[in-house]
């Protein structure tokens, strides 16, 4: 046996009894209390937390935070409330984003993966180059091209000008250039992640499929819809159900570059949930607003992993 | 090896191997990657005239580390944000290596009661989304009167269920036999872990270091929010900062950005392939 169990398996829990598994026990938990300590007070207490104050009105500068049961999520739902209209705008423009960017998010890293994946020299080097950006911070990123896509100043536009092209884009401040923007650095910033993973998952394709394929007379689009996308599949489940997550979560180029313009149409849930919370202090809608955002986003999951499945079959 | 597969494996790679094609687009892709990059750290060179002026030629004329200077010795403590990041980036990896490597310890190695029930609720959290923490974390760092201070950054970051997961992994993996043998010597838990797993572990902590600084080091949402005052700013949030006070001083504002960029830059050169390995690994795995 390579890897044999230091202590014997054990069934329910009959198996630990008496003073020796209560030492067990005790020691176990000195390890684990250092953890669980941070751990029970910021990522267990606050998720129930954060239930309790979306059942008030909850000003942090008032000392009463009045209850007022599910009213929050009530008003996210009603036509015409302080919250609906906004609310609904961001959400609006996450969806925008998301499904703009995450097929490029799939596309382009795939094709990297594809071609990263034949027999090249200096791979590594390559693969170092694409993953780059990701280490960055979205900030870097986003100061970067605010200053590359200046409608005015910027260096995209007077290379523009320079190649006879139109250039009087308005990148950052007007749709759907603002969208194009967002997405296209994006992928910029992070096409590096999906390439990595999607490299590895073709690196586990079993070659042999491919001899098999090749004697079949299958040609290069064949073998891609029948050895290659098949042999994908575990890892794509996963990739998409990532990159689905992160650009749901979009924030911080929107906060930067477009600041959520032009008006509020590039303001994405995140943003407004941030703003409304920790800016103009209703932490009971916004809190609210936080476990809608949660409750679609699983809703969706589960879905992609639904469709995902039926695939396989 | 027998010749037999050798020469499969070679058909194989004949059949993928690449053209002229494909060393076009990789060198093209590289191009659109590393060009914005280089313009970035060129026009830190510039001046605020010159970059304003030519935006499409690269290199400064003249070449001036002014903006450099700038910020140095200008009323944004810049340096102060670098030192923050430092200490706050390297405080959080230090806590999660001693804490995530002590409980991935307990979870992967010892028998105990409730172990199920913590290991299903350390990896329950890994499905919730950071938004739900926002506002509550916001409020209980506010009663420790954390607000506006590097804790703020630290300690609410470091609890996070992957350190955990990814070292219970690791451990899950590592042979039984020394730590028997150990064991039959009188050794205790403590003296195991301590003596055994974690240098057996030293590739798997170095990832998960170089991950934890990394993720901290490029936090922004949660910083903005919990970091008020100039001088207790991180980099992210300052950079943030740094482009609304030097809004049209493009040269200022990137070499701001280049001084965010270096230290993960030169980390992630050195640890290129752990990190690309367990981000490719979390995929396949996943």
């Given at each position: 046996m390579?890897?044999?169990?230091?202590?014997?398996?054990?069934?329910?829990?009959?198996?630990?009894?008496?003073?020796?598994?209560?030492?067990?026990?005790?020691?176990?938990?000195?390890?684990?209390?250092?953890?669980?300590?941070?751990?029970?007070?910021?990522?267990?207490?606050?998720?129930?937390?954060?239930?309790?104050?979306?059942?008030?009105?909850?000003?942090?500068?008032?000392?009463?935070?009045?209850?007022?049961?599910?009213?929050?999520?009530?008003?996210?739902?009603?036509?015409?409330s302080?919250?609906?209209?906004?609310?609904?705008?961001?959400?609006?423009?996450?969806?925008?984003?998301?499904?703009?960017?995450?097929?490029?998010?799939?596309?382009?890293?795939?094709?990297?993966?594809?071609?990263?994946?034949?027999?090249?020299?200096?791979?590594?080097?390559?693969?170092?180059?694409?993953?780059?950006?990701?280490?960055?911070?979205?900030?870097?990123?986003?100061?970067?091209?605010?200053?590359?896509l200046?409608?005015?100043?910027?260096?995209?536009?007077?290379?523009?000008?320079?190649?006879?092209l139109?250039?009087?884009?308005p990148?950052?401040?007007?749709?759907?250039?603002?969208?194009?923007?967002?997405?296209?650095?994006?992928?910029?910033?992070?096409?590096?992640?999906?390439?990595?993973?999607?490299?590895a998952?073709?690196k586990?394709?079993?070659?042999?499929?491919?001899e098999?394929?090749?004697?079949?007379?299958?040609?290069?689009?064949?073998?891609?819809?029948?050895?290659t996308?098949?042999?994908?599949?575990?890892?794509?489940?996963?990739?998409?159900?990532v990159?689905?997550?992160?650009?749901?979560?979009?924030?911080?180029?929107?906060?930067?570059?477009t600041?959520?313009?032009?008006g509020?149409?590039?303001?994405?849930?995140?943003?407004?949930?941030?703003?409304?919370?920790?800016?103009?202090?209703?932490?009971?809608?916004?809190?609210?607003?936080?476990?809608?955002?949660?409750?679609?986003?699983?809703?969706?999951s589960?879905?992609?992993?639904?469709?995902?499945?039926?695939?396989?079959? | 090896?027998?010749?037999?597969?050798t020469?499969?494996?070679?058909?194989?790679?004949?059949?993928n191997?690449?053209?002229?094609?494909?060393?076009?687009?990789?060198?093209?892709?590289?191009?659109?990657?590393?060009?914005?990059?280089?313009?970035?750290?060129?026009?830190s060179?510039?001046?605020?005239?010159?970059?304003?002026?030519?935006?499409?030629?690269?290199l400064?004329?003249?070449?001036?580390?002014?903006?450099?200077?700038?910020?140095?010795?200008?009323?944004?403590?810049?340096?102060?944000?670098?030192?923050?990041?430092?200490?706050?980036?390297?405080?959080?990896?230090?806590?999660?290596?001693?804490?995530?490597?002590?409980?991935?310890?307990?979870?992967?190695?010892?028998?105990?009661?409730?172990?199920?029930?913590?290991?299903?609720?350390?990896?329950?959290?890994?499905?919730?989304?950071?938004?739900?923490?926002?506002?509550?974390?916001?409020?209980?760092?506010?009663?420790?009167?954390?607000?506006?201070?590097?804790?703020?950054?630290i300690?609410?970051?470091?609890?996070?269920?992957?350190?955990?997961?990814?070292?219970?992994?690791?451990?899950?993996?590592?042979?039984?036999?020394?730590?028997?043998?150990?064991?039959?010597?009188?050794?205790?838990?403590?003296?195991?872990?301590?003596?055994?797993?974690?240098?057996?572990?030293?590739?798997?902590?170095?990832?998960?270091?170089?991950?934890?600084?990394?993720?901290?080091?490029?936090?922004?949402?949660?910083?903005?929010?919990?970091?008020?005052?100039?001088?207790?700013?991180?980099?992210?949030?300052?950079?943030?900062?740094?482009?609304?006070?030097?809004?049209?001083?493009?040269?200022?504002?990137?070499?701001?950005?280049?001084?965010?960029?270096?230290p993960?830059?030169?980390?992630?050169?050195?640890a290129?392939?752990?990190?690309?390995?367990?981000?490719?690994?979390?995929?396949?795995?996943?």
């Amino acid at each position: 046996m390579a890897n044999p169990s230091i202590v014997p398996p054990l069934r329910g829990g009959s198996g630990l009894r008496g003073a020796a598994a209560r030492r067990k026990t005790l020691t176990a938990y000195l390890f684990l209390a250092p953890f669980l300590v941070i751990f029970g007070i910021f990522v267990l207490f606050p998720a129930v937390y954060g239930l309790w104050i979306s059942l008030h009105v909850w000003n942090p500068l008032l000392d009463d935070h009045p209850f007022v049961g599910l009213q929050n999520f009530f008003d996210l739902f009603t036509p015409g409330s302080i919250t609906y209209g906004d609310f609904w705008e961001s959400m609006r423009a996450t969806g925008i984003f998301v499904v703009a960017s995450v097929p490029f998010l799939l596309a382009v890293p795939l094709a990297i993966a594809l071609l990263l994946n034949r027999r090249i020299k200096g791979g590594t080097v390559f693969r170092g180059i694409f993953f780059a950006p990701y280490v960055l911070g979205v900030a870097v990123v986003s100061v970067l091209w605010r200053y590359l896509l200046d409608p005015q100043l910027g260096v995209v536009n007077a290379v523009l000008e320079l190649l006879g092209l139109p250039s009087d884009i308005p990148w950052t401040v007007d749709v759907p250039w603002a969208w194009i923007s967002l997405v296209g650095i994006t992928v910029w910033w992070t096409l590096g992640l999906n390439t990595v993973i999607l490299l590895a998952g073709l690196k586990g394709i079993n070659p042999d499929l491919y001899e098999a394929a090749s004697l079949d007379g299958a040609g290069a689009w064949r073998k891609f819809t029948s050895v290659t996308l098949p042999g994908l599949r575990p890892v794509m489940t996963f990739v998409v159900t990532v990159t689905l997550l992160s650009s749901a979560n979009m924030f911080g180029q929107s906060f930067l570059i477009t600041q959520g313009g032009p008006g509020t149409q590039t303001r994405t849930a995140i943003m407004y949930i941030a703003d409304q919370g920790l800016v103009q202090n209703q932490m009971g809608a916004a809190t609210a607003m936080s476990y809608v955002l949660f409750a679609i986003l699983a809703v969706v999951s589960v879905i992609n992993f639904r469709l995902q499945r039926d695939n396989t079959k | 090896m027998s010749t037999v597969t050798t020469t499969m494996q070679r058909g194989t790679r004949r059949k993928n191997a690449p053209n002229v094609l494909t060393y076009v687009a990789l060198f093209l892709i590289s191009f659109i990657i590393v060009v914005p990059l280089l313009w970035m750290l060129l026009t830190s060179f510039k001046t605020d005239f010159d970059a304003i002026n030519s935006p499409a030629s690269p290199l400064p004329d003249p070449f001036t580390s002014e903006a450099y200077v700038t910020l140095a010795t200008g009323n944004l403590p810049i340096l102060q944000w670098f030192l923050n990041s430092v200490i706050a980036a390297t405080a959080q990896t230090v806590i999660i290596l001693v804490t995530a490597s002590a409980a991935a310890y307990a979870l992967a190695r010892l028998e105990f009661h409730g172990k199920k029930i913590v290991f299903g609720l350390i990896i329950a959290t890994l499905l919730v989304p950071g938004v739900i923490f926002l506002i509550p974390n916001y409020l209980i760092v506010d009663s420790f009167g954390w607000l506006d201070t590097l804790w703020a950054i630290i300690v609410p970051g470091s609890a996070g269920a992957f350190g955990v997961f990814f070292l219970r992994q690791f451990f899950i993996g590592l042979p039984g036999e020394i730590e028997e043998a150990a064991r039959v010597d009188g050794a205790g838990d403590f003296r195991i872990f301590w003596q055994i797993i974690l240098p057996l572990s030293r590739p798997a902590l170095a990832t998960l270091a170089v991950l934890s600084f990394l993720t901290n080091w490029n936090d922004f949402i949660w910083p903005i929010y919990v970091l008020l005052s100039p001088e207790s700013l991180t980099l992210q949030p300052g950079l943030s900062v740094l482009q609304g006070t030097y809004s049209t001083h493009f040269g200022i504002v990137m070499a701001g950005a280049v001084i965010a960029s270096v230290p993960v830059l030169i980390l992630f050169t050195l640890a290129q392939k752990q990190i690309v390995e367990s981000v490719a690994s979390s995929g396949v795995k996943g």
